[in-house]
């Protein structure tokens, strides 16, 4: 059966009832829409139709996958995408994002090819996305496509996108990245395409509420080590001069420092153009 929207909620570490996204979804009828829960580790959930009533009744279909692999991000983006393509727009989400009621009028009424809701932090109140031409858009506006970019949480894409990267031989998402540097790929991939003649719509006409880790928490010796993967990563699929003498710049700097580990990480990951999680994972 075809539906006019599939949502995507990817859960990991919580239970149904832990997720903001989807306690707050519920309280919204989304008409001729599917809800796909993707739990991505690391136990298996269950939900029940009898606890969460009101979740049941906010869709046409709910379906739960338990994959407790923690697949790559990229991966499971793409493959959602490709096995549901009967539908007129994909919705990605996170578990921890406050629907608005913005937000849910954008999933139904929107005809741009994609919207990006703007991203308030729980944190501090402030809007942090989408970024347009290196500034914070703070107000419903047409964006221009080649030179924005945001969070994956909340993206609405129009099937009339994914039929362009279809045509072009291209994935949304680079599937080089694993977790952080995931979300941005896809707007560097519409450059790409919009490069090759391709064009596209994009506004913000809405707002989510959503805990964003570079506001809320410590950098931890995991984020730091994924978020210089990231920009290896990067530097070796999109390059410019610019982001080249950063590279070089960032492993001098941490080699003046003794810490070697860092700086080999960089060069190791540059050199093999992907993150060590998803030569695992694809077949």
Not at 126 to 155: H, N, Q, R
């Amino acid at each position: 059966m075809g539906f006019d929207n599939i949502i995507l909620v990817v859960i990991y570490d919580k239970c149904i009832d832990e997720s903001m996204t989807l306690k707050t979804i519920a309280k919204f009828g989304f008409s001729n829409s599917k809800l796909l829960i993707y739990n991505n580790g690391p136990l298996n959930i269950s939900i029940d139709e009898n606890c969460f009533p009101e979740l049941f009744s906010s869709f046409d279909s709910i379906e739960l996958i338990n994959d407790i692999s923690n697949k790559p991000l990229s991966y499971l983006y793409n493959d959602f995408i490709e096995k549901y393509d009967r539908v007129k727009k994909y919705i990605i989400l996170d578990d921890d994002t406050i629907i608005t009621e913005s937000f849910h009028y954008s999933v139904l009424y929107s005809e741009y090819d994609i919207e990006l809701p703007r991203i308030v932090s729980n944190f501090d109140g402030e809007i942090y996305y989408p970024i347009s031409s290196g500034i914070v858009v703070e107000g419903d506006e047409i964006l221009d496509a080649k030179d924005t970019f945001s969070i994956g949480s909340g993206l609405i894409i129009n099937r009339r996108v994914i039929d362009k990267f279809q045509k072009h031989k291209l994935n949304p998402f680079n599937e080089a990245f694993a977790l952080y540097g995931v979300d941005i790929s896809f707007f560097r991939n519409i450059k790409v395409l919009i490069n090759l003649g391709e064009v596209f719509t994009m506004r913000t006409s809405s707002i989510l509420y959503h805990s964003l880790s570079r506001v809320e928490e410590n950098q931890s010796s995991f984020r730091t080590r994924e978020r210089l993967i990231d920009f290896a990563l990067a530097v070796r699929h999109y390059p410019t001069l610019w982001s080249f003498l950063s590279l070089i710049k960032k492993v001098i700097i941490f080699s003046s420092r003794l810490k070697f580990h860092e700086s080999f990480l960089m060069i190791r990951i540059f050199l093999s153009g992907i993150h060590p999680r998803c030569k695992k994972n694809r077949h």
